[in-house]
Nanobody
Framework: QVQIVESGGGLVQPGGSLRLSCAASGFTLSNKAMMWYRQAPGKERDLVASISSTGGSTGYPDSVKGRFTISRDNVKNTMYLQMNGLKPEDTAVYYC????????WGQGTQVTVSS
């Protein structure tokens, strides 16, 4: 059974850092393309980071480029999102996604950036 569980969210001050984790079970993420999305209240869910199936390629929108880093640990079967220089506009629920025979989403983890 495929399961994806995000963790690591919380309240952080502007300029701070968080590392989100996405623990996968029921499949091996080492050869899968995976993504992080976020959704702020009243807004659409937006892609914030992607990593290719080989891990050799990553992608970010301009809004987070240079501040966010996606990575994965194939031994732990876990994907990460390191977020530095956080801004209030980064406040959202963050989700990870993997595409297998269909899209699988985690339940999300709340990130709040506020002083």
């Amino acid at each position: 059974q495929v399961q994806i569980v995000e963790s690591g969210g919380g309240l952080v001050q502007p300029g701070g850092s968080l590392r989100l984790s996405c623990a996968a079970s029921g499949f091996t993420l080492s050869n899968k393309a995976m993504m992080w999305y976020r959704q702020a209240p009243g807004k659409e869910r937006d892609l914030v980071a992607s990593i290719s199936s080989t891990g050799g390629s990553t992608g970010y929108p301009d809004s987070v480029k240079g501040r966010f880093t996606i990575s994965r640990d194939n031994v732990k079967n876990t994907m990460y999102l390191q977020m530095n220089g956080l801004k209030p506009e980064d406040t959202a629920v963050y989700y990870c996604k993997v595409v297998l025979e269909r899209d699988y989403w985690g339940q999300g983890t709340q990130v709040t950036v506020s002083s």
